[in-house]
């Protein structure tokens, strides 16, 4: 039996409360106690029946409903602290136990008030269900809408004009400042146009239509030649009018134009772009991008030192990156300026655009669109390996802001020599997501199919190698998520050292949990999907504010919402319908391509329990009736070559004949009679991975999976 954990030095009378997440290990029913393993290999020995009690559930999603349908043991007293632990704990289970800590004199004993499950009664993770994420986005989705325009099921521009706030209370309240910033706007866009992509909802994509018109007529601001589109900040309701803004008012950038924002400013319409192929849409991206690539980008034509890259910030009178005015922004480049390309806009807009669609009278604007992606693609890929790691091997983290010869600035305002963690999960991420990019290049087999395969080898290589280093220092290994901000180089004998304190934030779990999913298809590494699992697993138990139907923005160490100040609001500059769905919508993805199992699951008495539900997945597209393009392209993120194919195709409730789509082109051809229909497409995962982390290619489909673990 494990004996009761001492410290040193000893305490007399001390209490904390703690949370804990973690695999299960033995099961002592006659002491009341169990055993639980974190990620970083400590075991704690888990007391639960104590003083009230220990309340045990599974862990609940957006919908509200009990998912706790755990079988009764027999014999079973409810009530009975021990038949409750025979019921809800068992080996090799993950469980997150909230509950208080006591040490005295030597001895230590942690008691479960509560106790979460995040398995069911079949032994599988429920965020890993086939219809977890799609009811999570649908919630978020019909909240921000019942909050902005109460029951209304159809929109018009006029209701974001009248009703739209970038600033709602944590009820999902205006609150008294009642400004209208385009970027939140567009993240919001980007997460109605996500929410349909998933589940073919009309209502999301009106109101993702309704947003997209009013932030384009509202804050577009066009050159004289009609080649440039800049983005305004945003707009202000007054009592004698609104006043529209130039410049940014976010702290760290007032006064100008910083480039993530125009970048963000494009992630709803190339979003809706994919649903919708909107030609007059596409055509606002792409003066935005030329905007990025005449303005920000550090060119030698240009004379600011032509070293690559992107300049963070202009000036809004000279739309100048140079002029003093800037201040500690003037000439200086930064993780957003380079790295926000590649999620915000460029996955998706290439995703659309290549193959190149169907349509004689703009094909040669589409081509042209599509080598510029590709070159942005490369170029700031290619800088994220060469000029972000540090020189020093030893630090883990990469570096976030530079001059303009890329020289680290370590003395940049509030960042300084620290980093954040989550924008380090999120460079292991994409440049995954590029490297399937390159991989699919190659394999079409051209005279630089073998270029393009050493390019994907090299950001695999970084991808994994960052992820890895996070796993060490980035990551909870305790309680699970991830942390915020913390130095680069930590005090002498100390692994991690926080700038404020060891916070999470919202949206930094998002990037941690996709890198580690999208990577676990890559290495088949069992450690990237524990630790998926985990930050899943914290999501879910913590960051859902049940009560309001949103996300909390912070959390502190053991999972408790901050809510004072902004942290307290449901939407404001930093937090719109954005990352919350962006992970619902990748994760499910994610999950069906590298993660779900094939085959059927059996118990040890070698009976066939339940067959695993198929993991083939649908998105919705609804094409423009005046579009010009005859096909849509339609795979869903970068995937490796031959990992997916298109299972069925529906076009207006009709079923394509298989003789009339190639399932593994992923253009469908499309007729004047399927404009303005929705089309379903349905995919089918090509040698997936199972949970224990094996190729699926390699199991039968009479293996037994008896738990997710695979163990019996």
Request: hydrophobic share 35%; proline share 5%.
């Amino acid at each position: 039996m494990m004996q009761q954990q001492s410290s040193s030095p000893s305490h007399s009378n001390y209490t904390q409360s703690i949370t804990l997440t973690g695999m299960v290990g033995a099961v002592l029913t006659a002491s009341l106690q169990f055993e639980l393993k974190c990620a970083n290999g400590e075991m704690f020995l888990i007391t639960v029946g104590g003083g009230g009690g220990t309340n045990y559930d599974v862990v609940r999603n957006m919908d509200g409903l009990d998912r706790n349908r755990i079988p009764n043991p027999d014999p079973y007293n409810p009530g009975n602290p021990a038949d409750e632990l025979r019921k809800y704990i068992r080996p090799d289970t993950m469980v997150s136990v909230r509950g208080v800590e006591v040490e005295h004199q030597g001895q230590r004993a942690i008691w479960a008030q509560s106790v979460t499950l995040m398995v069911g009664e079949q032994g599988n993770y429920m965020f890993e269900d086939t219809h977890w994420w799609l009811t999570q986005i649908a919630r978020f989705a019909d909240e921000w809408l019942d909050d902005l325009f109460q029951d209304r099921r159809t929109y018009e521009w006029d209701d974001f004009s009248a009703l739209y706030r970038t600033n709602l209370n944590i009820l999902g309240m205006p609150t008294d400042d009642k400004v209208q910033e385009c970027a939140t706007l567009s993240r919001l866009n980007y997460g109605l146009s996500s929410a349909y992509l998933l589940t073919g909802a009309e209502r999301y994509r009106l109101a993702a239509k309704a947003g997209v018109k009013y932030q384009r007529e509202t804050f577009r601001s066009l050159s004289h030649d009609g080649k440039y589109c800049f983005w305004q900040f945003g707009k202000r309701q007054r009592e004698t009018g609104a006043n529209i803004i130039i410049g940014s008012e976010n702290p760290d950038d007032a006064g100008t134009i910083p480039l993530y924002e125009q970048i963000y400013a494009l992630a709803g319409l190339t979003q809706y772009f994919r649903i919708s192929q909107d030609w007059s849409v596409l055509q606002d991206i792409h003066r935005t991008i030329r905007v990025f690539q005449d303005f920000y980008r550090d060119d030698p034509a240009f004379g600011y030192g032509g070293t690559g890259g992107y300049f963070s910030h202009l000036d809004p009178a000279t739309l100048r990156p140079d002029v003093a005015s800037l201040d500690q922004n003037q000439l200086r480049k930064n993780w957003n300026s380079v790295g926000d390309h590649i999620p915000a806009y460029l996955v998706n807009l290439i995703l659309a655009l290549d193959p190149v669609p169907q349509d004689a009278r703009n094909t040669h604007e589409s081509e042209e669109l599509l080598e510029v992606c590709r070159g942005i693609l490369k170029e700031t890929s290619e800088i994220i390996l060469d000029r972000f790691p540090d020189k020093d091997p030893a630090i883990p983290y990469v570096n976030e802001r530079f001059f303009a010869n890329w020289e680290p600035d370590h003395q940049w305002g509030w960042q300084q020599n620290r980093a954040i963690v989550g924008h380090n999960f999120k460079i292991a991420w994409n440049l995954t997501r590029t490297a399937h990019y390159y991989r699919t290049l190659a394999a079409k087999g051209d005279a630089d199919a073998a270029a393009h395969s050493s390019y994907a080898d090299r950001l695999e290589k970084f991808a994994t190698e960052l992820l890895d280093r996070m796993s060490e220092v980035g990551i909870d290994l305790l309680r699970g998520g991830c942390f915020d901000a913390v130095e680069r180089e930590p005090v002498p004998g100390m692994p991690v050292q926080f700038a404020w304190s060891n916070t999470k934030d919202f949206w930094q779990q998002e990037q941690a949990i996709l890198a580690y999913l999208i990577l676990h298809g890559v290495t088949h590494n069992p450690d990237h999907l524990q630790h998926a699992r985990a930050m899943m697993a914290f999501w879910n138990t913590y960051f859902l504010d049940h009560d309001n139907r949103g996300v909390f923005f912070r959390t502190t160490d053991m999972g408790m919402p901050v809510i004072t100040g902004t942290y307290g609001q449901k939407a404001s500059h930093a937090v719109a319908g954005y990352h919350s769905f962006e992970l619902n919508y990748l994760a499910h993805t994610y999950i069906c391509l590298y993660v779900r199992p094939e085959g059927r699951v059996q118990t040890p008495e070698g009976t066939s329990a339940f067959p695993v539900v198929d993991h083939n997945f649908c998105l919705f597209f609804r094409v423009e009736a005046d579009c010009p393009h005859r096909s849509l392209n339609v795979l869903p993120d970068f995937v490796p070559p031959g990992s997916v194919e298109i299972a069925s195709v529906v076009v207006g409730g009709v079923p394509r004949e298989p003789d009339e789509f190639e399932k593994d082109k992923f253009q469908i051809t499309l007729s004047d009679e399927d404009l303005d229909k929705q089309i379903m497409v349905e995919f089918q995962p090509l040698g997936g991975v199972n949970p224990a982390g094996r190729a699926s290619e390699a199991i039968g489909a009479k293996d037994a999976f008896y738990d997710m673990e695979g163990k019996p």
